[in-house]
């Protein structure tokens, strides 16, 4: 079984899923401007808590847009463990239906709605603790196979 195999599960329900690599901009732990995301599986659902900083300010207090769509798209990117294949991101789309605050706890979460073929069609949602809802998003992933990993570095560990 490859590394990539193995990392890739299964996970059962309530498990804390690893981050993709050390270094990934969106849950990677040595990744010293990233975001750090800890994820778990929920049923079908990917979930994660999380707290926007100041690195990832937009307007004073707000984090910026392209800070909420990376995360998205890093949340999106646990859904493969739930698939058991890999997945990149081919389309994303992002609503921001209220400001996302710095220094505030949001639910981050992220479901697959249907497959056809190599396309995973996928949804999320950014929820603060009091429920209202700051941004929803779908997006479409593409399964790959390992070597599309080895294009930038043909030694990548992934
Ligand atoms: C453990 C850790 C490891 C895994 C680590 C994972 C890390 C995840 C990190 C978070 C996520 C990311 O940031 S991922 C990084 C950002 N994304 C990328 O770099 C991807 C760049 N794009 C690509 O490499 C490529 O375009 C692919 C692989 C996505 C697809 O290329 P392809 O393989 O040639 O496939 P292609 O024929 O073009 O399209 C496949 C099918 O999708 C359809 N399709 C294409 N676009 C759309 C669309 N917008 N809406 C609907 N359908 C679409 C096509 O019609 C086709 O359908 P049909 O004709 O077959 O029916």
Redesign the pocket.
Known sequence: MTA?QQ??GPHPDGAHLPA??EQ?L?CGVDNPHGHHLSVHREGDLVVATHVFDDRHVGAPGIAHGGAVATVL??L??FL?YLVGE?A????LVVEYLAPVLIGTTYRLEARVDRR????LFVNAKVTALDGRTAATSTA?F?T?DAE??TQARPSSA?
């Open positions: 990539l990392r890739i993709h690599h990934c969106g798209d890093d999106y990117g493969l890999p990149v991101t081919r389309q056809e073929g190599r396309k479409v593409v790959v599309h990993f992934i």
